[in-house]
């Protein structure tokens, strides 16, 4: 380890062992959703994942990273070493048995979790906004979420999802957790009251009588489309409380979509 930059503040020296109480917390932090709903932090795995939360401003509280990581990419690396409160080296069978993903790159980081609080998502007149009820894959959820702060949506609001600061949402939004505002809300009835009042027209995505095809959402200046469950989609009363309904058009034989092809293809009608 005597070639490796230990001596950044808070450094400590190779780790081999499972039970070392730091490893023990981010084990504990990348599988028990209880763990981080207790401590307001989340772990984050993959050297992409954990330097694009940090270019975010999410400074590291633990940095943990293999000397092996650390030789593939000693620019991109060093300034996390040393804004990170503490630095914890690993080695590289261990970050591998603790890794949740196929190709361990050997770094994570442990963040605090941004906030979720409707405050955060500014509703504007000409805003374009995302509404999801249900969502309950966490790839799914990444990937909309990804597709969202992409394509430049002004905000998201989630009700009864899966859990955003997942592991695998994380990894699946590749940052668009924390480069999107995001809002959580136990009932979306509220939300589409806020929307209607600041004057930004609202569209449930479902299969109804009477729906309009993905062109209609150009028409209005500020605009929200709402996204349902993977197999049940959205309940009558939330389609009922939206002022339009949009579907895209199938070719005869299939009546659905994957939730996060949907939105993709709701999301460029809505934001382009």
């Known amino acids: 380890m005597d070639d490796f930059p230990t001596q950044s503040p808070g450094a400590i020296r190779l780790v081999t062992s499972r039970n070392n109480p730091h490893v023990r917390q981010l084990d504990d932090l990348l599988r028990r959703k209880k763990a981080r709903e207790e401590s307001s932090l989340m772990a984050l795995e993959g050297r992409r994942l954990v330097v694009d939360a940090w270019a975010a401003g999410l400074v590291p509280q ?5 000397p092996e990581a650390w030789q593939k990419a000693p620019k991109e690396l060093e300034p996390l070493l040393h804004s990170a409160r503490e630095v914890v080296w ?3 069978s261990l970050a591998a048995r603790i890794g949740d993903t196929q190709a361990p790159q050997g770094v994570f980081a442990l963040c605090p979790q941004p906030s979720l609080e409707k405050e955060k998502v500014p509703v504007r007149p000409d805003g374009r906004y995302l509404l999801l009820h249900k969502v309950r894959d966490p790839g799914n959820l990444g990937s909309i979420l990804r597709t969202a ?7 998201a609001f989630l009700c009864e999802c899966v859990e955003v600061f997942s592991p695998k949402v994380l990894r699946a939004s ?7 505002p995001i809002a959580l809300t136990d009932t979306l ?6 929307l209607r009042e600041a004057g930004v027209a609202t569209f449930a995505a479902a299969l109804r009588q009477g729906a309009k095809g993905p062109e209609c959402l150009a028409l209005a200046k500020g605009r929200a489309v709402l ?9 009558d009363h939330l389609i009922d409380a939206c002022d339009h309904v949009v579907m895209l ?4 034989g299939s009546d659905s979509l994957g939730a996060s092809m949907a ?3 709701l999301l460029w009608e809505m934001l382009k």
Do not use: C, H, Q, Y
């Open 62 to 66: 633990t940095l943990f990273i293999t």
């Open 90 to 92: 690993l080695d590289a």
């Open 149 to 155: 702060a992409a394509l430049g949506a002004d905000g």
């Open 174 to 180: 590749m940052g668009g957790v924390w480069r999107l």
């Open 189 to 194: 009835e509220p939300v589409l009251s806020l």
């Open 227 to 235: 996204i349902g469950n993977e197999g049940d989609g959205l309940p």
């Open 249 to 252: 058009p199938m070719k005869s």
């Open 263 to 265: 939105a993709g293809i």
